[in-house]
């Protein structure tokens, strides 16, 4: 899909959720742990030394909820710093950055933790797999949580790759090897003609949602409209009698 290209933020984001007249500067590193924290100490990174206790799952859940919360109430991921952040997940700086480097990948976990499971397909026909595959899509797009996160990536294709590639992986790949395996098993069946491209059919079959979910939002979402882009699609896919 070809996506609109964003604008890019530049580092060293200010909070603006402080208050008086001068403020702090970027949040550029660790500080004192100085918030009420029922942290257990300092992780393990992956390929490192293990340095102190084991990691708290429960401080870890506070913090990545913390992200989506302000994700949900409209603060950009350009705009976060660590410091709201961790006023909002009720710990210290010092606390995140013993589990991220920063908040680039500290958003990457937030991708993982907010991506629900594959949806559950009939397996009777190509157009009931892809009216659910369709309509699992649509559901997330009238997520407020998962429309939020979508549109924070696509703001920051360009100016953080890690992250778009991170939403990738997790988030389009998979979806996009279930799909063409939907229609690899409908070609198979006789359901599609034998000439057809499926990676370009992919596209034109998740194109429409995706396209209403970030490009045309007032066109809205509506119940039925993954039959009827399906059942649009099938029309003319079909091989002839």
Not at 220 to 229: F, I, M, N, R
């Amino acid at each position: 899909m070809s996506l609109a290209d964003p604008g890019t933020t530049g580092p060293g984001t200010i909070d603006p959720g402080t208050t008086g007249t001068t403020g702090p500067g970027p949040d550029t590193g660790p500080g004192p742990d100085t918030c009420p924290s029922t942290d257990t100490g300092p992780v393990p990174r992956p390929g490192g030394p293990a340095r102190g206790r084991p990691r708290s799952e429960a401080v870890e859940r506070a913090i990545i909820e913390g992200v989506m919360k302000l994700l949900e109430d409209g603060v950009p991921l350009a705009e976060l710093s660590i410091e709201r952040i961790a006023r909002t997940a009720g710990v210290g700086k010092a606390t995140i950055y013993r589990r991220w480097s920063g908040k680039e990948e500290l958003f990457v976990d937030v991708l993982r933790a907010a991506e629900p499971v594959d949806p559950e397909l009939p397996g009777t026909s190509l157009r009931d797999d892809l009216v659910a595959l369709l309509e699992a899509l649509r559901r997330r797009g009238l997520a407020r949580r998962a429309s939020v996160i979508l549109h924070n990536v696509h703001a920051q294709m360009k100016s953080s790759p890690k992250i778009w590639a991170a939403y990738r992986d997790t988030v389009v790949l998979p979806r996009r090897r279930l799909g063409l395996e939907v229609l690899r098993r409908g070609r198979e069946n006789g359901e599609l003609r034998a000439d057809v491209d499926l990676e370009l059919l992919h596209d034109i079959v998740v194109g429409p949602l995706l396209v209403r979910t970030l490009l045309r939002p007032d066109a809205g979402l509506p119940d039925g409209l993954a039959e009827q882009v399906v059942d649009t699609l099938l029309q003319g896919l079909r091989p002839a009698p």
